[in-house]
């Protein structure tokens, strides 16, 4: 198949041969160790014909696949199998089409995957962008915009995020990992569901670890927090916005409930280290 054809035409379905097998080439293409093949030709085609509603026939496959694929033995298979994952549960978001079990399912199968996951390099020379955190933090997002999400999960969302922050990695973020996961971070905290308690209840944990650390270099997991923390208050005081399939663009923005209080706490935390802060 001439994907690049396919790509200048607007993404537009090849009309010569079946969807399903389409998508099986896509599929396979997607765990690719070249990153022309993964990243520049088939993530953006499957991205955009799962937002477009063209495998809505085949969502619940595609997502059980991607969920299956977070267990692949290869680091760029499992980071991009994470954002068709998130694909699928955006487009679920839209249009309520799937069973009501696959997005629980895949979101705990995705919970242990992030969690665990210990190739954190954003980028590698050979195989190109990896990014395992700021693509796990674009699925949470996804999640975030689940309405099959009930306050109880949004929590989970939040301490997930967490947990992966101060995951004693090695890590020290240097691809944009702190926006990513800040925008996720943000995006859960824009659920109306959440009351002013479970959204701001998260950020204790991080401010008695950093109480508790001890003297000498800062720990990557503690810079990491930091850094995301001072970008969400950002996104706590300008609000959120999504990207829209149907315009190509970002819609309005959405204010955080709470984030008055949440931005409160941010500083709270954040003045353990940054004395000068007011």
């Given at each position: 198949?001439?994907?690049?054809?396919?790509?200048?035409?607007?993404?537009?379905?090849?009309?010569?041969?079946?969807?399903?097998?389409?998508?099986?080439?896509?599929?396979?293409?997607?765990?690719?160790?070249?990153?022309?093949?993964?990243?520049?030709?088939a993530?953006?085609?499957?991205?955009?014909?799962?937002?477009?509603?063209?495998?809505?026939?085949?969502l619940?496959?595609?997502?059980?696949?991607?969920?299956?694929?977070?267990?692949?033995?290869?680091?760029?298979?499992?980071?991009?199998?994470?954002?068709?994952?998130?694909?699928?549960?955006?487009?679920?978001?839209?249009?309520?089409?799937?069973d009501?079990?696959?997005?629980?399912?895949?979101?705990?199968?995705?919970a242990?995957?992030?969690?665990?996951?210990?190739?954190?390099?954003?980028?590698?020379?050979?195989?190109?962008?990896?990014?395992?955190?700021?693509?796990?933090?674009?699925?949470?997002?996804?999640?975030?915009?689940?309405?099959?999400?009930?306050?109880?999960?949004?929590?989970?969302?939040?301490?997930?995020?967490v947990?992966?922050?101060?995951?004693?990695?090695?890590?020290?973020?240097?691809?944009?990992?702190?926006?990513?996961?800040?925008?996720?971070?943000?995006?859960?905290?824009?659920?109306?569901?959440?009351?002013?308690?479970?959204?701001?209840?998260?950020?204790?944990?991080?401010?008695?670890?950093?109480?508790?650390?001890?003297?000498?270099?800062?720990p990557?997991w503690?810079?990491?927090?930091?850094?995301?923390?001072?970008?969400?208050?950002?996104?706590?005081?300008?609000?959120?916005?999504?990207?829209?399939?149907?315009?190509?663009?970002?819609?309005?923005?959405v204010?955080?409930?709470h984030?008055?209080?949440?931005?409160?706490?941010?500083?709270?935390?954040?003045?353990?280290?940054?004395r000068?802060?007011?």
């Amino acid at each position: 198949m001439d994907w690049e054809a396919v790509q200048n035409n607007d993404f537009a379905v090849p009309a010569d041969r079946p969807l399903p097998e389409l998508v099986d080439e896509l599929c396979a293409m997607l765990a690719s160790p070249d990153p022309r093949v993964r990243d520049d030709t088939a993530y953006p085609v499957l991205a955009l014909w799962t937002a477009r509603g063209v495998l809505d026939d085949h969502l619940e496959s595609l997502g059980d696949r991607m969920a299956g694929r977070l267990r692949h033995d290869e680091i760029q298979a499992r980071t991009f199998a994470a954002m068709i994952l998130a694909w699928v549960v955006l487009r679920d978001a839209r249009t309520g089409h799937l069973d009501a079990g696959c997005v629980p399912r895949w979101r705990a199968g995705f919970a242990s995957w992030w969690l665990g996951e210990s190739e954190l390099r954003g980028w590698d020379d050979a195989l190109g962008w990896l990014h395992a955190v700021a693509h796990g933090a674009d699925t949470v997002r996804a999640f975030a915009r689940s309405p099959r999400l009930e306050e109880s999960d949004l929590r989970g969302l939040l301490d997930l995020t967490v947990d992966r922050l101060m995951a004693d990695g090695g890590y020290l973020f240097a691809h944009g990992e702190d926006d990513r996961v800040a925008y996720a971070l943000a995006s859960v905290l824009a659920r109306p569901e959440l009351p002013v308690g479970s959204a701001t209840a998260w950020l204790d944990r991080i401010g008695d670890a950093i109480r508790a650390g001890a003297p000498g270099p800062v720990p990557p997991w503690a810079s990491n927090t930091l850094r995301t923390l001072a970008c969400l208050y950002v996104w706590a005081d300008r609000g959120v916005c999504w990207f829209d399939p149907d315009t190509g663009g970002f819609g309005e923005a959405v204010r955080l409930p709470h984030g008055e209080a949440v931005k409160e706490r941010l500083a709270a935390v954040l003045r353990l280290p940054w004395r000068g802060l007011g």
